[in-house]
């Protein structure tokens, strides 16, 4: 009785939990894709870009930047964090009266390498008093109308944080086999909906591309608040929330310039974080493990081998899943057979959140540009 209903009944049970009364994640309704009105004035912006070596997508990034079509003021902040391939060379080298480029000091005991960069530039762009910030990752390209866009949906309904979810690199079989997952699983973690709801307690944000009002990021506490987040992003939207409505959604006019041709690329880019989630706790690990096992592994151990109505529960579960993995599934052109290997691909995110951990014990957590971060906390 109690391995029917660990590899057929329980599963299925969650799996129609996630379907029905998630606020339809799934869905991916949340996009930048509908048109929103034309504010009468455009605030003035500057757009802050934290960069550790990053010499060979720098100028294509910034290069997006300088050519946005924003009607408004306009203007970039480049922290060069110490980088050592020549990234703030590179950037000089653009040449443009808009673009400013900081020589990001040594990071300060307490501080992740990134939110540290964040605050200098923040700092910079506050002699000038833009109306907002826009914080944006050194391997990130955008659309040209891609700032016209976020300031537009911010004010509309006056929202105090606007973000996207950039398009990643999907190109190599690694990709196809990993990184839709990434957004389906951050997406049911923290439903991009439930965000968007004022009333929900659910924030997020995605780190690529965040548009602040600046007062109200001071209001919250400014980049100070979050100093030591290794997931930054997260943190500043449950900051912003009290302070007003956030918006998150899925883009294709912000696209990642950083490719994962490797399983190994994408396991350091979801270990860097995944303990860090679940906030250090040996105990919430074995639980995530636990409930990862009997989400993804049990149903097809329980398709596979059991019988009778745990085998017909088994393939449900099973089936369910693959169908909610559709949608991301087609935003990143896939083959629908993909959702088969969901459970399998599961596994694999598993096995990247206890190295995570252990990573974690070693001494290495957190790793970022070859800085280990998450044994710094305050």
């Given at each position: 009785?109690?391995?029917?209903?660990?590899?057929?009944?329980?599963?299925?049970a969650?799996?129609?939990?996630?379907?029905?009364?998630?606020?339809?994640?799934?869905?991916?309704?949340?996009?930048?894709?509908?048109?929103?009105r034309?504010?009468?004035?455009?605030?003035?912006?500057?757009?802050?870009?934290?960069?550790?070596?990053?010499?060979?997508?720098?100028?294509?990034?910034?290069?997006?930047?300088?050519?946005?079509?924003?009607?408004?003021?306009?203007?970039?902040?480049?922290?060069?964090?110490?980088?050592?391939?020549?990234?703030?060379?590179?950037?000089r080298?653009?040449?443009?009266?808009?673009?400013?480029?900081?020589?990001?000091?040594?990071?300060?005991?307490?501080?992740?390498?990134?939110?540290?960069?964040?605050?200098?530039?923040?700092?910079?762009?506050?002699?000038?008093?833009?109306?907002?910030?826009?914080?944006?990752?050194?391997d990130?390209?955008?659309?040209?109308?891609?700032?016209?866009?976020?300031?537009?949906?911010?004010?509309?309904?006056?929202?105090?944080?606007?973000?996207?979810?950039?398009?990643?690199?999907?190109?190599?079989t690694?990709?196809?086999f990993?990184?839709?997952a990434?957004?389906?699983?951050?997406?049911?973690?923290?439903?991009?909906?439930?965000?968007n709801?004022?009333?929900?307690?659910?924030?997020?944000?995605?780190?690529?591309?965040?548009?602040?009002?600046?007062?109200?990021?001071?209001?919250?506490?400014?980049?100070?608040?979050?100093?030591?987040?290794?997931?930054?992003?997260?943190?500043?939207?449950?900051?912003?929330?009290?302070?007003?409505?956030?918006?998150?959604?899925?883009?294709?006019?912000?696209?990642?310039?950083?490719?994962?041709?490797?399983?190994?690329d994408?396991?350091k880019?979801?270990?860097?974080?995944?303990?860090?989630?679940?906030?250090?706790?040996?105990?919430?690990?074995?639980?995530?493990?636990?409930?990862?096992?009997?989400?993804?592994?049990?149903?097809?151990?329980?398709?596979?081998?059991?019988?009778?109505?745990?085998?017909?529960?088994?393939y449900l579960?099973?089936?369910i899943m693959?169908?909610?993995?559709?949608?991301?599934?087609?935003?990143?052109?896939?083959?629908?057979?993909?959702?088969?290997?969901?459970?399998?691909?599961?596994?694999?995110?598993?096995?990247?959140?206890?190295?995570s951990?252990?990573?974690?014990?070693?001494?290495?957590?957190?790793?970022?540009?070859?800085?280990?971060?998450?044994?710094?906390?305050?």
């Amino acid at each position: 009785m109690i391995a029917g209903i660990v590899f057929g009944f329980l599963p299925l049970a969650i799996w129609l939990y996630l379907l029905l009364a998630r606020r339809g994640f799934w869905l991916l309704r949340e996009r930048d894709t509908l048109p929103v009105r034309q504010p009468p004035i455009w605030p003035s912006v500057v757009a802050v870009v934290p960069a550790r070596n990053e010499a060979d997508v720098i100028q294509q990034s910034i290069g997006s930047l300088l050519a946005q079509d924003y009607p408004g003021d306009f203007r970039i902040i480049l922290v060069d964090d110490q980088s050592e391939d020549g990234t703030g060379a590179l950037a000089r080298a653009l040449n443009n009266d808009r673009l400013v480029i900081l020589a990001g000091e040594a990071r300060p005991a307490g501080w992740t390498g990134k939110l540290w960069a964040m605050r200098q530039g923040t700092d910079h762009a506050a002699l000038s008093a833009p109306e907002f910030l826009w914080f944006t990752d050194a391997d990130i390209a955008h659309a040209p109308d891609n700032l016209r866009n976020l300031v537009a949906r911010a004010q509309e309904g006056r929202k105090v944080l606007v973000s996207l979810m950039a398009r990643l690199s999907c190109r190599t079989t690694a990709e196809h086999f990993l990184i839709p997952a990434f957004v389906f699983f951050f997406d049911m973690v923290f439903p991009f909906g439930a965000s968007n709801d004022p009333k929900s307690q659910v924030a997020a944000a995605a780190g690529g591309c965040m548009l602040a009002r600046r007062e109200t990021l001071e209001a919250s506490g400014g980049i100070d608040a979050i100093r030591h987040n290794i997931i930054d992003d997260c943190a500043l939207a449950r900051a912003m929330k009290k302070q007003g409505p956030i918006w998150l959604g899925l883009t294709d006019r912000a696209v990642s310039l950083r490719p994962y041709e490797h399983v190994a690329d994408i396991r350091k880019m979801v270990s860097r974080s995944a303990y860090a989630q679940l906030d250090y706790s040996p105990l919430l690990l074995l639980g995530t493990l636990l409930g990862l096992f009997i989400v993804y592994i049990a149903p097809v151990l329980g398709a596979l081998f059991a019988m009778y109505y745990v085998q017909l529960a088994a393939y449900l579960a099973w089936a369910i899943m693959a169908a909610m993995f559709q949608p991301i599934l087609r935003f990143y052109r896939l083959s629908p057979l993909w959702g088969i290997a969901l459970p399998l691909i599961g596994a694999f995110y598993a096995a990247f959140t206890l190295d995570s951990a252990i990573q974690h014990w070693s001494g290495k957590g957190g790793m970022w540009k070859g800085r280990a971060q998450a044994g710094e906390r305050a």
